[in-house]
């Protein structure tokens, strides 16, 4: 796949290894190992354009309740954390996430009777509880995860493909 910028002309090959290589007429670079090159002033400003564009569209979607599940943006993201980092508990979510554990404690509680989430001692320390999702968790966080790659390829389809690219 190439694609062009009018700017900065580059080429994109993905190897049989899986490596991706993205190259510029100034640079080489292995995009695989995480090594790019710094943006250009024009790059940065078409970043910025895009990055504003796509999360005023995305905006919408986040600000909604997933009406099938009935749940607010933080139980999407205390169940997406739990599921990120099984066996998890309250306080570390709280402290990783900048949140409440008063908050966090609320929104657990409510993922957990709605069958979302499910609580377990912690055998090393018998104070303290383990979260995990649970099947029904993980069915919401797939609907969810269709929603938005749904969602992303709309927006990405309707966006400069130099946008898409630098975004």
Do not use: C
């Not at 994109?12 to 090159?37: C, F, K, M, S, Y």
């Not at 749940?71 to 205390?78: G, H, K, L």
């Not at 055998?123 to 993980?138: C, E, F, I, N, S």
Request: charged share 20%; no cysteine.
């Amino acid at each position: 796949m190439t694609a062009a910028a009018p700017s900065a002309p580059q080429s994109h090959t993905v190897h049989h290894d899986g490596l991706d290589t993205e190259t510029r007429p100034d640079q080489d670079v292995n995009v695989a190992d995480g090594h790019l090159p710094p943006l250009t002033k024009e790059e940065t400003h078409v970043l910025s354009a895009a990055m504003y564009n796509f999360l005023s569209a995305t905006r919408r979607l986040v600000e909604q309740p997933i009406h099938a599940m009935k749940a607010n943006q933080s139980e999407i993201e205390v169940l997406y954390f739990v599921h990120n980092h099984p066996g998890v508990g309250v306080s570390d979510i709280a402290r990783v996430r900048f949140l409440r554990v008063s908050n966090v404690s609320t929104t657990v509680r409510v993922l957990i009777a709605n069958g979302l989430l499910s609580r377990a001692s912690n055998p090393d320390d018998k104070r303290a509880q383990m979260l995990q999702v649970t099947d029904t968790g993980t069915q919401v966080l797939d609907d969810i995860t269709e929603r938005w790659a749904t969602l992303i390829n709309k927006i990405t389809d309707e966006m400069n493909p130099d946008s898409v690219r630098i975004l």
